[in-house]
């Protein structure tokens, strides 16, 4: 009996046992810790320059983590406070003038009725006001829901953020240490763990950027729209469009409330001009834009980073936006691998 084997056998499998285990017990921290280390890779560059100049690392990394508190924290708290005060007022507004709203639904009602197109499909009024009144009831549902959660998830949010600053320090101090510790104890090699750390960078950053253009101009063109309809708030509105776009929640949170809440005030046309540009246009751009920008820098076609990007999303919530393609990206390095070893078996195989 070869007890080598036996014991390296049973090395590996205590090994991957207790990695595993200690997996499981980071996975309540996997956003914190997630997002640390894609904020670190994007700012490294940053601090290793303020470190040769300062020659401090530790104030260096205080400087970055201030530096992300003033360009990414505090901007995206003020957005979702926006966003929480034009919900409450939507919402105030819509209860305040309940009575003149479910008159305008009538009158609208009545109208589509003694339309002569429309009696053609078997219009029934009473159906449509039974109709809108389960919207209106699903619609305050999820605003207050969604409020309640806010309010409730607020001091886990806290603990997260000040998780994902802990590690932040860490990962910029000694980022370098632990990428090279990673390098030296993984069997592919330095050229192709090379090629991975940079495809994990490279596919992070441009997914963020291709979000901020993107953000950029549904904010723009989203603000035109609510100026021409004469929606109070446009650029506030605009804004939190963008924001929504970058984050990515999607700017359909907002537009399409906008319109079905121009729709019910009485302001019909305003509403149904609203819902048609948002679906027909800045939907659109979200869609076609960002795999383009995102593959263009990455070098991904764009249809595996669309649908990378609807299944992280789909998977992991709102931070998949940006796990989808990294997984994408790293699974592309992985049969680039794959085809570079193998080559001349491939070629031979032909």
Not at 182 to 201: I, Q, R, S, V
Not at 241 to 260: N, T
Not at 262 to 280: A, H, S
Not at 286 to 301: A, E, W
Request: include cysteine; charged fraction near 10%.
């Amino acid at each position: 009996m070869d007890f080598s084997k036996i014991r390296n056998a049973l090395f590996l499998t205590l090994l991957i046992l207790v990695t595993l285990g200690l997996l499981v017990l980071f996975k309540p921290f996997f956003y914190p810790l997630f997002w640390a280390a894609v904020i670190a890779s994007i700012f490294y560059p940053l601090y290793s320059q303020l470190k040769t100049k300062i020659k401090l690392p530790r104030l260096s990394a205080g400087i970055i983590m201030i530096l992300v508190l003033l360009i990414i924290v505090i901007p995206v708290a003020g957005i979702g406070s926006l966003l929480v005060k034009e919900s409450i007022d939507i919402y105030n507004s819509i209860d305040n003038n309940s009575a003149q709203i479910g008159e305008n639904i009538q009158s609208t009602l009545a109208w589509l009725q003694n339309n002569h197109y429309i009696q053609k499909l078997g219009f029934n009024q009473q159906e449509w006001i039974q109709k809108f009144s389960d919207v209106a009831r699903v619609v305050t549902a999820f605003i207050f829901n969604n409020l309640k959660d806010l309010t409730q998830n607020s001091v886990v949010f806290l603990v997260m953020l000040l998780l994902m600053f802990y590690a932040l320090y860490y990962f910029l101090l000694d980022g370098a240490k632990f990428l090279r510790t990673a390098m030296h104890l993984c069997p592919l090699g330095d050229k192709y763990e090379k090629m991975l750390y940079n495809k994990f960078t490279s596919t992070a950053l441009a997914t963020i950027k291709s979000s901020l253009v993107v953000g950029v101009i549904q904010g723009f063109l989203g603000t035109m729209m609510f100026i021409v309809v004469g929606m109070q708030g446009a650029v506030i509105l605009g804004v939190i469009m963008a924001a929504l776009c970058v984050l990515p929640i999607g700017s359909g949170f907002v537009w399409g409330p906008a319109g079905i809440y121009l729709i019910i005030t009485g302001r019909i046309w305003e509403g149904i001009l609203v819902l048609i540009f948002g679906l027909l246009i800045i939907s659109t751009i979200d869609n076609l834009l960002r795999p383009i920008l995102v593959g263009k820098q990455t070098q991904m076609h764009p249809l595996l980073v669309l649908f990378s990007t609807l299944g992280g999303i789909a998977f992991f919530g709102i931070t998949g936006f940006l796990i989808g393609p990294i997984v994408a990206a790293l699974l592309v390095s992985l049969w680039e691998m794959y085809d570079n070893y193998y080559k001349q078996d491939l070629d031979n195989d032909k």
